[in-house]
């Protein structure tokens, strides 16, 4: 299966925010599937993984308490 980057604009602003969703991600994609850049003013979170819609992506992120919006 290839891996298909998808990214979402978040709330995650940072490193706490991103240690908060880092054991949800991990399980759902994969350690190392994913990056979230807080130093751009969306803070991009983007997954390396076909394997997940993006809605599932985005309530991943919502049942953490952030936002995440498909881009």
């Known amino acids: 299966m290839d891996n298909t980057n998808i990214q979402f604009k978040t709330n995650l602003n940072c490193s706490n ?3 908060k969703v880092t054991a ?23 997954v ?3 394997a997940l819609t993006a809605e ?3 309530n991943i992120i919502k049942k953490k308490g952030f936002k995440a919006e498909s881009l």
Do not use: F, P, R, Y
Not at 24 to 46: C, F, H, P
């Open 17 to 19: 925010c991103v240690g």
């Open 24 to 46: 949800d991600l991990n399980e759902a994609v994969g350690e190392g599937q994913w990056t979230v850049d807080t130093t751009v003013s969306d803070k991009i979170l983007t």
């Open 48 to 50: 390396k993984n076909d």
């Open 56 to 58: 599932e992506v985005v």
